[in-house]
């Protein structure tokens, strides 16, 4: 029988490689999107639905999860793939693009989390993949309202493993490092401040993540990371696209030293 997985945020980017990838492996798919009827023409076929989820919404999140049982009877797999980013100074994002912020990429991936457990810990099985970022680990000038979502998901995964195990369970984190898709463009929130011209001087010398999106490996190479963090059967919990350097040197440097590379790299 076809093991199912349903996917948040899949209308683009990696959430609809993803999703295509499980379906060539002959899963039945659940590409969840705000709006499906913007879903391009893959997201069709027996094997494929595209259900509406929000994930500020519950009623949406619950209609999802319903819509999906009932087409394929389990659910084996969930990806939390929904998010954005905001960047720019702190100072100048607004409360309501600060809660925004959070809302999606934080209580938002809880929701769907909170929702699904029941149907996880019924079946004595489930794995639950949650897409953090090298974002959750390092930190780049002018991102601290992402980078704070991304640190909240990595703590939240990381505690959730402990009381999830004993019902089988598994948590998994992904840790993309740039990626070749439109998260530069189309999912990032530029922020800025009528009258606060006290950063302009920074912002001038800032180049991180202008164009480092076309420097990036493929979606493809995430959804394949994705796939196997979903069937390998084991209880690994973080797994690396093209961030396991930063990472590495993350953890091994003293702050002065890796603060200063992500300075000269990112400022100049």
């Known amino acids: ?50 259900p509406r989820l929000d994930v500020t919404d519950t009623t949406s999140i619950q209609s999802a999860i319903g819509e999906t049982l009932k087409r394929f009877g389990s659910i084996d797999v969930l990806v939390n793939n929904a998010g954005y980013a905001i960047s720019g100074p702190f100072e100048a994002a607004s409360p309501e693009q600060i809660e925004r912020q959070f809302n999606t990429n934080v209580l938002g991936l809880m929701n769907v989390v909170r929702e699904i457990l029941p149907h996880f810990r019924e079946r004595k099985a489930g794995v639950l993949i949650n897409i953090a970022s090298v974002g959750g680990r390092a930190t780049f ?15 939240f995964s990381e505690s959730l493993q402990f009381e999830l195990q004993p019902f089988n369970i598994k948590v998994k984190i992904i840790e993309p490092g740039i990626i070749k898709t439109d998260f530069y463009d189309r999912s990032m929130d530029v922020v800025s401040k009528p009258g606060l011209t006290a950063y302009d001087a920074f912002l001038a010398r800032a180049n991180a993540l202008k164009t480092i999106g076309d420097t990036g490996v493929s979606p493809e190479k995430v959804a394949e990371v994705i796939y196997k963090a979903a069937t390998d059967g084991t209880w690994k919990m973080r797994y690396q696209i093209n961030s396991a350097l930063l990472l590495w040197a993350r953890k091994l440097l003293p702050d002065a030293a890796f603060f200063g590379i992500i300075r000269k790299a990112t400022l100049g």
Do not use: D
């Not at 000038?141 to 703590?155: C, D, F, M, Q, R």
């Open 141 to 155: 000038p002018l991102y601290s309202l992402y980078h704070g979502t991304k640190w909240a998901v990595e703590g």
């Open 1 to 50: 029988m076809a093991k199912t997985v349903l996917i948040t945020g899949s209308s683009t980017g990696i959430g609809a490689v993803t999703a295509k990838y499980f379906q060539q492996k002959g899963w039945n798919v659940a590409a969840t999107m705000r709006t499906p009827e913007k879903a391009g023409a893959w997201a069709k076929g027996e094997t494929l639905i595209c």
